[in-house]
């Protein structure tokens, strides 16, 4: 069981906006502005779209936005492309004895 | 760029120990504000962290889970660090990754490798 909640899969239209939720608690997501997201296609290693919550590194599309409402982050793919079809995981780091925690991972389905 | 490679056996028997190395190029192990880390991702499942470890080598926090089990270290020397699992089982069989884990700026894995898959089967 992951500690961070996402919903297991969500599905959306080219163009269209998504919204994936990763909730936690106080001691991980709600108490820090270090959640990151990234994204996954089969067979590749994950990748690095947000970081600190609403950053984007250099060369990531502005169709990612990332958010946070107490206990709750959220990444919202606007413009929805073929290409972003793949898996999403938040992370945050965590005052428990692990430092960072995983969600469980969202599967994007563009339709 | 950094550039990050996963190395060690593909096959490893039911109560072995697993044994990985990250091989770690464009850049050195050895900066203030980054741990190392290691995840793994069982077929068809999502991430799992596993833990990491500050470049002195001091400093290692582990997933509670594992922690019984697993063991770290750095190579300041040869700009590698390395991840040993213990009596492993069926269950620990997934696609391994080494990782950066950036606390400079805001604790987020920036650079990954292209992960390793590890079976446990005899």
């Known amino acids: 069981q992951s500690a961070l909640t996402q919903p297991t899969s969500v599905s959306g239209s080219p163009g269209q906006s998504i919204t994936i939720s990763c909730t936690g608690t106080?001691?991980?997501?709600?108490?820090?502005?270090?959640v990151s997201w990234y994204q996954q296609h089969p067979g590749k290693a994950p990748k690095l779209i947000i970081y600190e919550v609403s950053y984007r590194p250099s060369g990531v599309s502005n169709r990612f936005f990332g958010s946070k409402s107490g206990n709750t982050a959220s990444l919202t793919i606007s413009g929805l492309q073929g290409e972003d079809e793949a898996d999403y995981y938040c992370s945050s780091y965590t005052s428990t004895s692990t430092l960072e925690v995983f969600g469980g991972g969202t599967r994007l389905t563009v339709l | 760029q950094l550039q990050l490679q996963e190395s060690g056996p593909g096959l490893v028997k039911p109560s072995e120990t697993l044994s990985l190395t990250c091989s770690v190029s464009g850049g050195s192990i050895s900066g203030s504000s980054y741990y190392w880390a290691w995840i793994r991702q069982p077929p068809g499942k999502g991430l799992e962290y596993i833990g990491s470890?500050?470049?002195?080598?001091?400093?290692?926090y582990y997933n509670p889970s594992l922690k019984s089990r697993i063991s770290t270290s750095l190579d300041t020397s040869k700009n590698q660090f390395s991840l040993r699992l213990s009596s492993v089982t069926a269950a620990d069989t997934a696609v391994y990754y080494c990782?950066?884990?950036?606390?400079?700026?805001?604790?987020?894995?920036?650079?990954w490798g292209q992960g390793t898959l590890v079976t446990v089967s005899s």
């Open positions: 106080s001691s991980d997501v709600g108490g820090y502005n270090y």
């Open positions: 470890i500050f470049y002195t080598g001091s400093t290692y």
């Open positions: 990782a950066r884990l950036n606390g400079g700026s805001g604790w987020h894995f920036d650079y």
